[in-house]
């Protein structure tokens, strides 16, 4: 799912204080690494972060996400090369020390097939060594927590109203997103809507298909990599290398 009219709210609604923690995690996963590619960057908070302490590359299959993510990185003076693309074709890119994909855009995948290309094309545009670095929501997230979830944003001249329910797969969820934004031509809101579809999988269907992949030293955690998985963490981190 391409995020459209969502990329216009989405930094005004995400919490500032993850990006710190998703770049602390990647140092301290990736302490010598130098190059890094950040897949599904969004409108590049991260990134640039990341850029501090990596010689940075961000790309995103949204070119809205990304007009943000460059106006950003400018408003900040960094020169980061931002390039759309979807994460099972990464074919145009050459290699890094490290591939990061966080905010769970990895549950975004179309099934274990898809989850398979992507780990793949990861590999694929790793050095030798090099570390794949992605969280994913956990099975409690996504069957406990967002079945009924609701939330309602409001600005000055526009207002989101966001549904979760069950999906149609086992640990699925569908995001109904609802946009009103004012129309100065129409005298009123213009309303638009977004389906957004998110998957998970057991830890044990992400570390085997890893390791058919050809990763090692895979290891899983909980809480941006300060704690073990436990029954009610909502969000898991994957590291591998290859």
């Known amino acids: 799912m391409i995020y459209n009219s969502f990329a216009r709210v989405y930094s005004e609604l995400m919490d500032d204080t993850l990006y710190a923690k998703w770049a602390d995690y990647v140092q301290k996963q990736t302490p010598d690494a130098k190059s890094l590619l950040d897949v599904a960057c969004g409108t590049g908070d991260l990134t640039i972060q990341l850029a501090d302490n990596y010689q940075v590359t961000g790309t995103d299959l949204s070119e809205e996400m990304l007009k943000i993510a460059e106006e950003k990185a400018k408003s900040n003076n960094v020169e980061i090369p931002f390039v759309q693309s979807n994460m099972m074709d990464l074919f145009e890119f050459e290699k890094y020390d490290v591939i990061t994909c966080f905010d769970d855009s990895i549950c975004y995948l179309n099934g274990q097939e898809e989850l398979e290309i992507a780990f793949n094309q990861a590999y694929k545009h790793l050095n030798e060594g090099g570390h794949y670095l992605f969280d994913a929501h956990s099975l409690y997230q996504m069957d406990q927590v967002f079945p009924g979830y609701m939330f309602n944003h409001k600005s000055e001249d526009s207002a989101f109203m966001w549904s979760s329910y069950e999906g149609e797969y086992p640990h699925s969820i569908e995001h109904e997103?609802?946009?009103?934004?004012?129309?100065?031509?129409?005298?009123?809101?213009?309303?638009?809507?977004?389906?957004?579809?998110?998957?998970?999988?057991?830890?044990?269907?992400?570390?085997?298909?890893?390791?058919?992949?050809?990763?090692?030293n895979i290891n899983v955690s909980a809480d941006f990599g300060s704690s073990e998985v436990k029954d009610d963490s909502n969000r898991w981190f994957f590291s591998a290398q290859k």
């Open 177 to 216: 997103l609802t946009f009103f934004n004012w129309n100065e031509k129409i005298g009123g809101y213009s309303v638009n809507t977004e389906i957004h579809r998110e998957r998970t999988y057991p830890i044990e269907t992400f570390v085997n298909i890893l390791k058919e992949t050809g990763f090692k």
